[in-house]
């Protein structure tokens, strides 16, 4: 077993600074010698059964999680641009709005905050609801006191 080993290290090593060798002008950057005795390695407890295939994968996306971070950091706008619910509050009608709250279009100030009031307590997203009827409840009584 640790024949095959290194036959398949020193072939992969062969294979990686062959060019390297024959022209001394070009140097090897630390990060991938660094990396590929990394993969060697992980190849070699791998065959000695001292790590499994996944942990394997796992380490061999290491080197990606710094360009997955640079990714990560977008995420905010490409959610903005992905939502459907980036509508303005002026979307909605003074009869959804009054339907929204359950009261009548000419409902007094006091049952409007009302019957915000319960509809938040109903529908907040820290009590179970989602923000998308919490943004419909608020527009829809911004819409009715406007």
């Known amino acids: ?19 390297k060798v024959n022209t001394l002008k070009v140097k090897v950057s630390r990060p991938k010698i660094i990396f590929w005795l990394l993969v060697i390695i ?10 499994h295939p996944i ?4 380490v ?9 971070l640079i ?6 706008i490409l959610k903005y641009f992905v939502s459907k619910n980036n509508k303005k509050n ?7 709005a009054a339907e929204i709250l359950n009261v009548k279009e000419d409902a007094t100030t006091e049952e409007i905050i009302l019957a915000h009031k319960i509809a938040m307590q109903k ?9 998308y009827m919490a943004r419909k409840i608020n527009s829809a009584k911004d819409k009715l006191l406007s």
């Open 90 to 96: 002026d979307d909605v009608t003074k009869k959804e």
């Open 123 to 131: 529908y907040h997203p820290d009590k179970g609801g989602s923000d």
């Open 1 to 19: 077993m640790y024949i095959i080993l290194l036959i398949i290290s020193t072939i992969i090593l062969w294979y990686l600074f062959k060019d």
């Open 71 to 76: 990714i990560l950091k977008y995420v905010p």
């Open 55 to 58: 942990a394997a994968a796992i």
């Open 42 to 51: 992980v190849i070699y407890l791998i065959f000695r059964g001292h790590l």
């Open 60 to 68: 061999a996306l290491l080197p990606l999680i710094k360009k997955l």
